[in-house]
């Protein structure tokens, strides 16, 4: 009879090794995934090529809910997303107004009353030091910042949902400061690192130093980014930290610049951004360097409202924050080393998405952990028949 439950518990383990893969199939693939439908105009409404910068409008039309992203080169570079409860909302762009950057009002969201939320995001200054002492301590040797609104900008490049700018000082020589916007319309994750895990209520913006002529040998950079919003500005930096470094090499954390609700834990925006920059636009993890970042400040909303035409347009009051993000770390390449740089953020609404293990990953683990517990019940069962039969042979010995 040996041969017999041998075969029966081969055809066992058989079926439940089937039954694994298909859980596991049906874990990584059947989640159904929320699509947003996404719309893309440049300076819309304008009957003639705005001077000075370009308005870029990407609306991301939802079930029930509408995201309107804008992304401004007229003065700092400026993403601004609103969030309505309608998905029928639309912008509407008083040129005349929003150009003389006078007062605000020259764009609106329509209907006002469906705004829930609206944060944005300035690019004001870019800091340069000289660090001789290769401490990559910013507190003393800068050099007079390079002010983001003062830059000659491109007109915008787009590429489906995404669009580049470029801008420069003749203090560059001929290096440019460039700022690529992405839109989504589902979840994923960018195919170049840092790899960010993206939802279709987030932008990713990447800003990269390419060929600028330096003032000192041993310079590094600093980049400061100033936050936008009405009651609940961006306050407080959050640092989550994770065991998985499967999709940015080396990296275990991720800084979060949040906008969190009155009397709650509740994240209404956000900045994110893993603490990394790169010293190649195609890198290997060589070419990773650190970075790091100074404490969220309250800003001078007059300055800040002056600097960029988006927010001079769009907000009637409103707070600001501020805070520096430096690049490098003592003993590491200084800039010159290979003169590029560049940094990825990303900015939405809600709560920022969180990393997890990858669906391959999940499923070498479950698979891994699943065939020894069928190993083990099988051997169970496999011991328990074998005494049973056991018992039920010597309960019927033949008597002589």
Same mark, same amino acid.
């Given at each position: ?15 439940? $090794? ?74 509407q762009v008083n040129w005349p107004q929003f ?26 200054r870019l800091l340069e030091y000289d660090d ?93 980014l100033q936050a936008v919003g009405g009651d ?96 490098? $770390? ?71």
């Amino acid at each position: 009879m040996a041969p017999a439950v041998t075969m029966r518990s081969n055809r066992v383990f058989v079926v439940l $090794l089937v039954l694994l893969f298909s859980f596991c199939q049906s874990f990584v693939g059947g989640t159904k995934e929320y699509q947003r439908k996404l719309i893309v105009s440049v300076n819309p409404n304008a009957t003639t090529l705005p001077p000075g910068g370009d308005l870029l409008h990407v609306r991301a039309v939802g079930n029930d809910d509408t995201l309107h992203f804008l992304f401004c080169s007229q003065g700092a570079p400026t993403l601004l997303i609103v969030h309505t409860n309608s998905s029928t909302s639309s912008v509407q762009v008083n040129w005349p107004q929003f150009l003389s950057r006078n007062v605000s009002g020259g764009l609106r969201v329509e209907p006002q009353s469906s705004i829930q939320y609206s944060i944005a995001v300035v690019f004001s200054r870019l800091l340069e030091y000289d660090d001789v002492n290769d401490t990559a301590k910013p507190d003393s040797g800068f050099f007079p910042p390079y002010e983001l609104q003062n830059f000659k900008w491109t007109r915008l490049q787009l590429f489906g949902a995404a669009a580049l700018v470029c801008g420069k000082t003749p203090e560059f020589g001929n290096g440019t400061l460039c700022l690529k916007l992405s839109v989504f319309d589902s979840d994923g994750r960018a195919e170049s690192w840092p790899r960010l895990l993206h939802s279709s209520n987030s932008s990713q913006l990447e800003v990269w130093l390419d060929g600028i002529t330096t003032q000192a040998p041993n310079s590094r950079f600093l980049l400061e980014l100033q936050a936008v919003g009405g009651d609940f500005p961006l306050s407080r930096v959050d640092v989550r930290q994770f065991i998985d470094d499967e999709f940015t090499p080396s990296i275990f954390k991720v800084s979060e610049w949040v906008s969190p609700a009155a009397g709650g834990s509740d994240v209404l925006g956000y900045v994110q951004w893993k603490p990394v920059a790169y010293r190649q636009s195609s890198p290997a993890l060589e070419d990773a360097t650190p970075c790091r970042y100074s404490d969220p400040q309250s800003q001078d909303a007059n300055a800040t409202a002056a600097s960029s035409a988006l927010i001079r347009a769009f907000f009637s009051a409103h707070n600001v924050t501020g805070l520096n993000v430096s690049f490098g $770390l003592a003993g590491e390449p200084f800039y010159n080393s290979t003169k590029f740089l560049s940094w990825t953020v990303l900015v939405g609404v809600g709560a920022p998405p969180v990393d997890t293990f990858s669906p391959i990953v999940l499923t070498i683990m479950a698979v891994g952990l699943g065939i020894p517990v069928i190993l083990l019940l099988l051997g169970g069962v496999f011991v328990c028949i074998h005494k049973r039969r056991q018992g039920a042979t010597a309960a019927y010995q033949s008597i002589n």
